[in-house]
């Protein structure tokens, strides 16, 4: 079997730092292990929170220790060392090729989700976090290896996503949607559609922490049996990239475009900031500025204000104008061909770095 795994991840918009933290772990006899920790609260505090968390837990399961054993040790850890005043949720997903199963440990009040040809799983029931309630013990679950298979698990932000614009929770039947149109050789796709529904879902600002993490089992390569561990994960380790510009310039769209090219850009509200390097809050690798008179925002967009309200953008604007790696008056472009300008002017700087492409 193959074992295919992809990570997304983000914080909560405006916060420097992410409250979640998910790793990997390779199995002392054979499989690999992904952990995700959901620090209390959001920023620094809750990153440390749930980095602490899911680096004893990474030691423990390459020591050799079962994953109940793990989260019930965790818990011990962190009940101690925070003297009982801070939770954590926890879910490791385990693909285990000395048994040729997937086991769950879930602490966390968000589902994991197994779907596989034959049959669909929600795992939901009802358990504590780690780190407040002395008898703490994890929800454990056990399901046989099958070709075809996929395992996802996310944190809240990506459940309650939604719920600050409109008052309701992101649609969990949509997340199901996404995840039965798609195989386990997509697991990367289909971590990163699940992101950008519940980006969708909150304007593009996140309203709290969100990661996602799915597990894939594939079918037997042909010949020798090969042991492949692959992951891919968003974030850090890749080109940021972000994006500012005047209202109605085509921010949001743009964004969306490039995130489904496999990029990671993010939208920044500097046109509604006092701050001038507002922009330059989460250290962007590439900052991209597209602008637009008055004339065309009317021509795609029925718009409320006038020309004052530019003027105002503009000056709020000049220092990205200043720093920014690419600038594009898009009046005489549509969305696909402002799409394509910047992909060119990516893959042309990558290319200069010696980069890998998105």
């Given at each position: ?89 926890l ?62 698990s996310y ?61 894939g ?44 090219a ?82 060119a ?12 492409p998105?």
């Amino acid at each position: 079997m193959e074992i295919k795994i992809g990570m997304a991840k983000t914080a909560k918009y405006a916060n420097e730092y992410c409250g979640d933290t998910c790793d990997l772990a390779e199995r002392p006899h054979g499989g690999i292990s992904a952990i995700i920790a959901d620090g209390q609260g959001n920023g620094l505090a809750a990153h440390h929170t749930s980095g602490l968390v899911v680096n004893r837990a990474v030691q423990l399961i390459g020591e050799g220790a079962r994953d109940g054993a793990v989260a019930r040790t965790v818990h011990d850890y962190l009940y101690a060392m925070k003297d009982r005043k801070v939770s954590c949720t926890l879910t490791v997903l385990s693909a285990d090729l000395e048994t040729e199963t997937v086991v769950i440990s879930r602490n966390s009040n968000c589902p994991t989700i197994v779907v596989t040809p034959e049959y669909e799983s929600v795992y939901d029931d009802d358990v504590a976090p780690i780190g407040v309630h002395r008898h703490m013990k994890p929800r454990m679950y056990e399901v046989p290896f099958s070709p075809g298979m996929l395992v996802v698990s996310y944190t809240d932000g990506i459940a309650h996503a939604g719920r600050k614009q409109t008052g309701h929770d992101a649609d969990f039947e949509k997340i199901m949607d996404i995840i039965r149109k798609n195989t386990a050789e997509d697991v990367d796709f289909i971590a990163r559609s699940i992101m950008e529904y519940a980006l969708f879902l909150d304007k593009e600002k996140a309203s709290d922490d969100m990661t996602v993490v799915v597990l894939g089992i594939t079918e037997d390569s042909p010949g020798a049996k090969i042991e492949e561990l692959k992951a891919a994960m968003g974030g850090s380790g890749s080109m940021r990239i972000a994006i500012v510009g005047v209202c109605a310039s085509g921010k949001t769209t743009l964004v969306a475009g490039l995130r489904a090219a496999g990029y990671d850009a993010y939208n920044v509200a500097q046109e509604h900031s006092c701050i001038h390097d507002f922009w330059n809050k989460h250290h962007p690798d590439v900052l991209v500025m597209i602008d637009a008179t008055l004339s065309a925002i009317r021509k795609r967009r029925r718009v409320p204000w006038g020309e004052d309200r530019l003027v105002v953008q503009h000056q709020r604007l000049a220092d990205a104008r200043a720093h920014a790696d690419l600038f594009i008056q898009t009046d005489a472009f549509d969305a696909d061909a402002v799409r394509e300008q910047v992909i060119a002017f990516l893959k042309a700087r990558q290319e200069s770095e010696g980069a890998p492409p998105a």
